[in-house]
């Protein structure tokens, strides 16, 4: 199984400052064939369903604002909110889709400092 | 509007059975990979199983395999699982989630989910 695992757990940003959250993965999940990395990253607010952010690493899904941004390749990857808003404030998953099972990280809490 | 509503979670005794469903509406079911996916207390995310839209493919996390089964009616656009031989660890939210076709790799619509507490 490949394992995610985030870093921080948890961290407190201030209002307009940057978040930084990064994911490493046990194994690469750069697919070669297509060069294209097998990660998604989630916003988890509390009591709510996970909510998709990214995919394929870096593609921002239809609605998610542009301060949300995804990078990195083969087994290490960030995912970055600039100039943090108040309702950023939630839990952030990772996920591998190389390979079954699926996994997930296990999470990075943001607050506001 | 798009939704997945999950039912059917509940209080059992471990060995105990449940059955969850999760009924879509907003688009069009039987073009989507489907997937059920937990979460325990104050934990993270946890895959369970996945079934293809034609039910041609499925698969299972290894610590549900041969007690959960995942099913569907795309005719009343509805999803399952099955859930027998529950063991204290099975406690968590469940969810139900789309893939984007043609397939099961990401979730983009999820549920608000469906608890199940295995407790005696």
């Known amino acids: 199984d490949i394992v995610m695992t985030q870093s921080p757990d948890s961290l407190a940003v201030s209002l307009g400052e940057r978040a930084t959250i990064n994911c490493k993965s046990s194994q690469n999940v750069l697919y070669s064939s297509n060069n294209r990395n097998y990660l998604a990253w989630y916003q988890q607010k509390p009591g709510q369903p996970p909510k998709l952010l990214i995919y394929w690493a870096s593609t921002r899904e239809s609605g998610v604002p542009d301060r949300f941004s995804g990078s990195g390749s083969g087994t290490d990857f960030t995912l970055t909110i600039n100039s943090l808003q108040a309702e950023d404030v939630a839990v952030y998953f990772c996920q591998q889709y190389y390979s079954r099972p699926l996994t997930f990280g296990g999470g990075t809490k943001v607050e506001i400092k | 509007e798009v939704q997945l509503v999950e039912s059917g979670g509940g209080l059992v005794q471990p060995g105990g059975s449940l059955r969850l469903s999760c009924v879509a509406s907003g688009f069009t079911f039987g073009d989507y990979w489907m997937t059920w996916v937990r979460q325990a207390p104050g934990k993270g995310l946890e895959w369970v199983a996945t079934?293809?839209?034609?039910?041609?493919?499925?698969y299972y996390v290894d610590s549900v395999k041969g007690r959960f089964t995942i099913s569907r009616d795309n005719t009343l656009n509805s999803l399952y699982l099955q859930m027998n031989s529950l063991r204290a660890e099975d406690t968590a939210v469940y969810f139900c989630?789309?893939?984007?076709?043609?397939?099961?790799?990401?979730?983009?619509?999820w549920g608000k989910g469906t608890t199940v507490t295995v407790s005696s």
């Open positions: 079934l293809k839209y034609d039910v041609s493919e499925y």
């Open positions: 989630a789309r893939s984007p076709p043609p397939h099961y790799y990401y979730m983009d619509v």
